[in-house]
T-cell receptor
Framework: DVKVTQSSRYLVKRTGEKVFLECVQD?????MFWYRQDPGLGLRLIYFSYDVKMKEKGDIPEGYSVSREKKERFSLILESASTNQTSMYLCASKRDGNEQFFGPGTRLTVL | EDKVVQSPLSLVVHEGDTVTLNCSYE??????LLWYKQEKKAPTFLFML????IEKKSGRLSSILDKKELFSILNITATQTGDSAIYLC?????????????FGTGTRLLVSP
């Protein structure tokens, strides 16, 4: 079974703080993704990575950056958190094809 | 702009009812259509469809794709309270050389006892 884990289920941060969300997968997948999920908007792609040190912007990259130093780990960074980044963040990974495997999500609240 | 639309947005049914969830799409470079079930945690994969008219089935759930009319349906028969979840439809596309998923907003299903 593919396992995708995320470092925190719930996180509360203050405006302006730097926030790190970590994602780890154990199936040697090349591709990893970060989404945010908001009511009425569905899942929207923030960034993805197709290999170590490689990254591509998704549909809503503004205010975020990512890091992929090892194949199994993909980090999402909020350089200066803002209240409009309060959301559920989902990480996913895949090898070939389109099926993506998701982590349990991190619910981030920015006060 | 690539777009996936699900309907209804939410639905309440009684245990034992049959439900049909809809997903329509307008995308370039279609590759596949996927259904996921999301309870209070990670979305879990249900089906992937690539060919029109071929039904995929798993227990009480089934799904079919119509690539001419650009839609898919997910059927759940004899619903149970454990079917209560958000059902997500996603379309796999190739964009700038990369495979991605475009998601609909989901259908929230509540099955009451």
């Amino acid at each position: 079974d593919v396992k995708v884990t995320q470092s925190s289920r719930y996180l509360v941060k203050r405006t302006g703080e730097k926030v790190f969300l970590e994602c780890v997968q154990d199936m040697d997948h090349e591709n990893m993704f970060w989404y945010r999920q908001d009511p009425g908007l569905g899942l929207r792609l923030i960034y993805f990575s197709y290999d170590v040190k490689m990254k591509e912007k998704g549909d809503i990259p503004e205010g975020y950056s990512v890091s992929r130093e090892k194949k199994e780990r993909f980090s999402l960074i909020l350089e200066s958190a803002s209240t409009n980044q309060t959301s559920m963040y989902l990480c996913a990974s895949k090898r070939d094809g389109n099926e993506q495997f998701f982590g349990p999500g991190t619910r981030l609240t920015v006060l | 702009e690539d777009k996936v639309v699900q309907s209804p947005l939410s639905l309440v049914v009684h245990e034992g009812d049959t439900v049909t969830l809809n997903c329509s799409y307008e995308v370039t470079n279609f590759r596949s259509l996927l259904w996921y079930k999301q309870e209070k945690k990670a979305p879990t994969f249900l089906f992937m469809l690539t060919s029109s008219g071929i039904e995929k089935k798993s227990g009480r759930l089934s799904s079919i794709l119509d690539k001419k009319e650009l839609f898919s349906i997910l059927n759940i028969t004899a619903t149970q309270t454990g079917d209560s979840a958000i059902y997500l439809c996603a379309v796999g596309i190739v964009n700038t050389g990369f495979q991605k998923l475009v998601f609909g907003t989901g259908t929230r299903l509540l099955v009451s006892p």
